[in-house]
């Protein structure tokens, strides 16, 4: 689904809506689109984080979380916008729609141009001031952020995939099959656009993109943390022990007991571990 090498870096230009709150110093919310190094429109929020204000430090002293959604979610989404708060207590957080979500442009490739997506993100909140930066990705927004960091790894202070895949064209669960039916079907496609929001691209990657396990060695130094649910329907456990061998001492795995999948199985006990994990492992 890619008709370029999709690890080229993505610059960030803002173009500012109307109803856009103006912040100084990244101190207010911010709506925005971002464009990304391809040309596609990006929907995104900066929020400052309730952490700026419990403590009175500026904003930019508290590091900016970019959440990157599993497939279908958007940045308006409720469980999306759950994500955000949590993680909001212990920092400022980006939240935004990857291509073909939502209010963003262009079609969504499933996991390969979409780092282009991320990178965008990611530059805004240096744009802003944060002068460490976390992603936090669920199911395809976890294999993102890791493709994201091997491919950008000075960029990001620490990295968080929750529910990722370890291997592309997984096929060996019943709601893996139907993804793939949904993604590689005209009718799918058009069920996905009007029944889920989500545009998809209708061609095939070429080239295929680095596969999540391919990516995760090349993330080291930057510290990793694995997050998998033992009772995920999507990707079984066999995935996140591939993603943590291949990661070595430089990644962390929580294997989560009783935990389905993504951002609709994450406690907010589990989402404020992984902010207090973050916020350490940022510096």
């Known amino acids: 689904m890619s008709n370029g090498p999709a690890g080229q870096g993505a610059r960030s230009t803002t173009f500012r809506p109307a109803s856009e709150t103006p912040g100084a110093g990244g101190s207010a919310p911010s709506r925005t689109f971002l464009q990304t190094a391809d040309g596609v429109r990006i929907d995104a929020l ?9 403590t009175l430090t500026p904003p930019t002293d508290h590091p900016a979380f970019v959440v990157a959604h599993g497939f279908t979610g958007d940045v308006d989404k409720p469980h999306v916008r759950r994500v955000a708060t949590a993680l909001a207590r212990h920092g400022a957080v980006i939240t935004f729609s990857f291509r073909g979500h939502g209010a963003s442009g262009g079609h969504s490739t ?6 282009l997506d991320l990178a965008a993100a990611v530059a805004w909140a240096r744009q802003r001031g944060h002068a460490r930066v976390v992603t936090v990705g669920f199911s395809m927004g976890g294999s993102v952020v890791l493709r994201h960091a091997a ?20 096929r060996g669960t019943a709601p893996m099959r139907r993804l ?17 929001r989500t545009r998809i691209h209708h061609r095939g990657w070429n080239p295929v993109p680095l596969s999540p396990v391919e990516a995760v060695p090349r993330i080291a130094p930057t510290p990793l943390l694995i997050v998998h649910g033992d009772r995920d329907g ?5 995935h996140p022990h591939m993603l943590a061998e291949a990661a070595g001492d430089h990644g962390e795995l929580w294997l989560e007991p009783g935990m389905g999948h993504a951002e609709h199985a994450a406690t907010d006990a589990l989402l404020a571990r992984i902010g207090e994990w973050a916020v350490g492992a940022a510096g």
Request: proline share 7%; net charge negative; aromatic share 16%.
């Open 234 to 238: 999507y990707f079984p456990v066999d």
């Open 110 to 115: 499933v996991g390969d141009r979409e780092v």
């Open 180 to 196: 793939h039916w949904l993604v590689t079907r005209p009718e799918g496609r058009l069920l996905g656009r009007y029944g889920l």
């Open 151 to 170: 491919l950008h790894a000075r960029q990001i202070e620490a990295v968080v995939s929750v529910s990722a895949p370890a291997r592309w064209y997984y």
């Open 46 to 54: 900066y929020e400052p984080g309730g952490a700026v204000y419990e």
